[in-house]
């Protein structure tokens, strides 16, 4: 087993962000197993540390693994790169929605024996559902289970920013999907995905629309695109069969929300009135994002004001607030 020192220094690095001494340290404790005998231990050691260099490379150097030429250097403007590392447990989901995910990352699990039988694993995902119920969320989950870097397309951003060269940008996100094996997230999509045959569609948006539908089509890449929106109903009909599933969000009801305090709520004390049924029924209509605001506000407010437990009526204005905020 590694030293105390050994792990310590491991934990150390890690939390300081310092790559080279928490590689050297793994890699040190990879060749004590070796030289104690535990050869099967110290190579599967070194092959989990080479895969997380690796990883970690593709992740940090997108924009310098792809050819340099004036367009492509602008991948860095367009793409956001973000680190997740939630996990799929940590989401409080509906039977259905958390088969749908788990049903995703089986296949991607599976990857290679699927493409080896001429077959794909589920790879193009809109999700559905209002603010605030964990599509950004499932994306992240999607990014950190699979240990793939997540690559985040702001779609209005795109338009308003590159008027009249959207079309050739949308292309270039697209093109990067070959090169660089990633969850590639569109974020607000219903800003492009209106339906073309609305009569105040602006011309940008309508070809936008179209090339997207081209690109996604014919995407034969190993990346991940998943694509978020607030309002399905404003979507061309076009788009929901180009996608492998169609995933909703709904607001949680009852039964999650009390999962949801039950769980952000555990290390706080409450009052002796506290009941959790009830702060659940007052919740009805919130979503999971405003829930987790509420509990992060309280214990907020015990720590600023140095109050020493949450009371009902606390969280039950706090969720009247938030359904009633004028």
């Not at 535990?38 to 990883?55: N, Q, R, S």
């Not at 259905?96 to 995910?101: H, N, Q, R, V």
């Not at 089986?106 to 209002?130: A, H, S, T, Y």
């Not at 992240?140 to 060269?165: C, H, K, Q, T």
């Amino acid at each position: 087993m590694a030293a105390a020192d050994q792990i310590k220094s491991l934990i150390k690095s890690f939390g300081e962000g310092d790559d080279s001494r928490f590689y050297a340290t793994a890699m040190q404790i990879a060749a004590a197993e070796a030289r104690s005998g535990h050869t099967a231990l110290a190579d599967e050691l070194k092959k989990i540390i080479d895969k997380a260099k690796e990883g970690k490379s593709i992740a940090l150097g997108v924009v310098k693994t792809l050819p340099l030429n004036t367009s492509q250097k602008e991948l860095k403007d367009l793409l956001e790169l973000v680190h997740p590392d939630e996990k799929l447990k940590q989401m409080v989901l509906i039977p259905p929605l958390e088969k749908a995910l788990k049903r995703v990352l089986d296949e991607q699990k599976k990857f290679e024996l699927l493409r080896q039988n001429n077959l794909f694993p589920r790879k193009k995902l809109l999700l559905v559902g209002p603010p605030g119920c964990g599509k950004t969320m499932s994306a992240r989950v999607l990014a950190s289970e699979l240990g793939l870097p997540l690559f985040v397309i702001r779609l209005d951003g795109l338009i308003s920013r590159y008027m009249g060269e959207s079309i050739s940008k949308l292309r270039l996100i697209f093109d990067a999907m070959h090169q660089i094996r990633a969850i590639y997230l569109f974020d607000e999509f219903d800003s492009i995905g209106t339906t073309r045959g609305q009569g105040n569609d602006v011309g940008e948006i309508k070809r936008v629309l179209n090339t997207f539908l081209l690109q996604i089509e014919k995407d034969d890449s190993n990346s991940l695109i998943i694509a978020a929106t607030n309002l399905p109903e404003t979507l061309d009909k076009a788009l929901f069969r180009r996608f492998d599933d169609i995933i909703q969000y709904p607001l949680p009801d009852k039964e999650d929300i009390l999962k949801l305090y039950r769980r952000e709520l555990q290390h706080l004390k409450k009052s002796k009135k506290f009941d959790f049924e009830t702060i659940s029924s007052h919740s009805l209509g919130l979503s999971y994002a405003e829930i987790h605001k509420i509990c992060e506000d309280v214990t907020k407010d015990n720590l600023v004001y140095g109050t020493n437990e949450v009371s009902e009526e606390k969280i039950i204005s706090y969720a009247t607030q938030r359904k009633e905020p004028f």
